[in-house]
Every structure is written in C-alpha cells, then in structure tokens.
C-alpha cells in the first residue's frame, strides 16, 4: 500500500473506537501533531515533508497558532463562559414550527436559512443530531459482555435511559444490520463465546413524534436515526471503496455502505431481514396507519458518520417506495456515498439532504480523497465520470477553531465525534460571526468521547461510562458484573414493532 494511503487509513481507522481507547488515541494524535507542526527540529524534517506532503493530498490546512489567534482567545474567557452558563436551561424553548415546518425541512433546499443560521432551524437540527447521538450512548461499546454490539435499554426505555423524552417522539422499532463480508476472527464484536449475536449490530431505531410534539412542528415526523461506525467489523466493510450498482439505473454507491443496509442471512437470529427491509416495513406500517387518519407526515432520516451514509441510502429507498412523501435526511461527518447518478436521483425525486461538516474532518473528504466532485469542471473533456465520487445536497460548513471551548491541533478522532458537531452547530451564527455567546448545550458533552475541551474547563476527557465500568458489588463484597434485566436482553421476538 502506498505511504500516503497508509496514513489515512491509518487515521481514519482511529476515528470510532470503543470509549476505553482514548489514551492510545490521543497518543496517536500527539505524534501526529509532532510530526506535522514542529518544523523548526531538524531530527524530524524528514518527517516533517512527508507529514506536510500527506496534509496537502488531504487538503488539510494545518495551521501554527498565531499571535492574533491567541489574544483572540484570551480576550473571550471560555472558563468565565462556561460558568455563567452553569444555572441556565441546556436547550432553547420549544416554539411553534407548524406554519414553516417545510422550509425547516428542506422545501427550499434551506435557501436564507443556513447563512445567518436560522435559531428555529438550529434548534430542530439539534434535535435530530441528538437521535443520532443516542445510538452511540446506548450501544454496548464492551467486548467482554455477551451483550456487545446491542443496545443496553429496550426500545421502550431507551429515551428516557438518556433524557430524550423532552423531544416527545416514541421510538417504535430497533434496526438490526450485519455485512455480508467474511470477517477475520480478531474483528469479532465480543470475546465471549456464547453471545448474543456473533453476526449483528444493533443499528438504529425508528421513532415517532407524539401528539403534542407534532401539534408543535405542524405533522407527523417519523425518525429513522441510523447509528454511526463504531466497530471493527463496520470499518472492514466502511473501507470497500468499489462503487456498486443500485437499481437498474446509473445510480452506484459504495459497496461496503450497500451491504451494512442490505445483507441478510437466514441462519442469523436479527438478519434474517436486512436493515433495509426491516426500515421499509415498518414505514409502511405507520404511514398507512396515519395516513387513515388523515394526517401529514413527513420522514426525517438522520446519522452521523456512516450513519450519514446509511441515511441517504435509506432516503434514496424511500422515496422509491413513497414518491409523495416529504423525505428529508440531516447527516454529520457523513462520507460520500455514490456517483453523480446517484445524487442526481435523489435530487429529482425530491429528497432534501443537508450535510453538517466540520472543514477539519476527514470523514467527509472519503471516499474519494483525491477522485471526486472536483473533477466535473473538466466534464467538457472528459465527459460524466460515473466511477467519481459525488457528496449529496447543501452544506453547513463548520470550523472547530470558531470554538473558544476547544482546544488548537489537529485532533482528528475528537473533530469526528457527534458531540462536537453539536457543539459547534449550538454555536454557529453565520460565516462571518463569532461563535454564539448563548449556547445552550452544556459544553461537558464535547468530552464524553474524547479530549477536545481546553484544559482550564477542568473537564475529564472520555467521562462517559457506566458506574464502576459497569461492576457492582455483591452481597459478599465481591465486583462482578451483573446480569442485564430480563426485558433489556435483546431478543428477536421483542424486536418486533410496537402496537400503535
């Protein structure tokens, strides 16, 4: 493999790893950080230009601090910030959508919304960044359980688990996927052998707003939220970067993203469906269901990462299936999934996609680092490229240096996480703005993952995890891990949709 090659999957490949694997990344990422901005030690100029060769193949722009980036910083006091705010609600009043609730979710591709940042649009996109967050929160991260690779609650506890129930949806059904792939054995999910399931992943949830919340927004929202890459066995597959035909037309997308959303196999206990069928089914489902009564709904499908990927293909599937249904998907960090067909499609049947990225995160640049939506300029001598890698829909571009709260480098694992997307679109006012004085969200949520937070917020980096790592003491003083409740044991009988 070529060097350069060697190095972004050598970084990509850190971006989702288990929350016991910070140490090691930030480890990773300080070396990374030596190599790239230290060019006055001459021990390292080799180093130096292969690190600054690679940033330019990236299109990274690594920068030094600056005297002016300094003072800037000193003259907002981030501790100061971050204290004010301690006694304050974390999230805007809820206020009526229902006369806008279609330039919210896309009808005019967000045209006037994006740049300045529209608070009522802000705080929808929060909403659904924090569905998309909560498949991380509540995935068993853990090798040593049984129960790695599910999710820790049932679906009738899961936002009340992790302080959702605010949003006012129901989640209705748990997605299940698997890869076709052969998969070595040191990419298996747990290291006990009797488990749950030795080919699925617990992959998402499809919710509904309830009653009062789709008074609030003017319809029914059905949520697909579609969990991020976050094992080994994904990333396997994340990395097939053969582009792959979808349906009988000039539509292709990424291989690896195709077969995460359609394998199936019916020796299996949870993918004896694919992801895809069981999505679409239970679409059908609740949409016939409120259709009968009369009301408007709309599908909003979110992700991060190669959540965002799922999401689109999803989109793409559903607006096959339901050509007057208003679809809109809201990604994170998501990659490019197909070639300019598939874009194309999803553009003419009507999806609305809006892509959050970070300008520092390497995610959204794969694949497709150096063959992408560039190379249309020379469509003229070259004609349509369907092999070409293409992103889908608008953008809101971020900038993590925009942040007082976040530290300078190049931290590319915490760039990535979820969390910091929320965090900068919480502070996001427009391209010429600083960021938000009144930012709601607690800034202790950026470290849940990694080490992001400057230093002098006295925020522990990775905090988030269960008690004791999940030990409790017995009646005899001894640590041993506990059985999960009976109703929280994933089971394929319990997956089934709920009663509406």
Known sequence: MPIHMAATVNLVNHCH??????????RVTASFNEATINDGDKRSNKSTRLAKSISNLLNLYIEKPSLKNLLQRNDWNAVSQAEAKLDLPTMSPKEDISRIWREIHGGSDWENLLDPFHPLLRREIIKYGEFAQATYD?????SLSEYCGSCLFNRRKLFEKLGLEKHGYDVRRYIYAMSQYEIPRWLEKSYVADTWSKDSNWMGYVAVSDDVESKRIGRRDIVVAWRGTVLPSEWYGDMQQDLEPLGHGEAKVERGFLSIYKSKRVTTRYNKTSASDQVMEELKRLLKFYKERGEQVSLTITGHSLGGALAKLNAYEASIMFPTLPINVISFGAPRVGNIAFRDELHHKGVKTLRITIKQDLVPRMPGIVFNETLQKFDDLTGTLDWVYHHVGAELKLDARASPFLKRGSNFIG???????????????STTSTFRADAKRDVALVNKYCDMLVNELRIPPCWYQLSNKGLVSNEFGRWVRPKRENEDIPSPIGEEHSEL
């Not at 509540?138 to 853990?142: I, L, Q, R």
């Open 17 to 26: 790893q288990p929350l016991s694997a910070a140490n090691g990344n930030r």
């Open 415 to 429: 760039i990535h996480h979820p969390e910091t997307y929320l965090h900068l679109v919480d502070g996001y006012v």
């Open 138 to 142: 509540a995935f068993d991260f853990d």
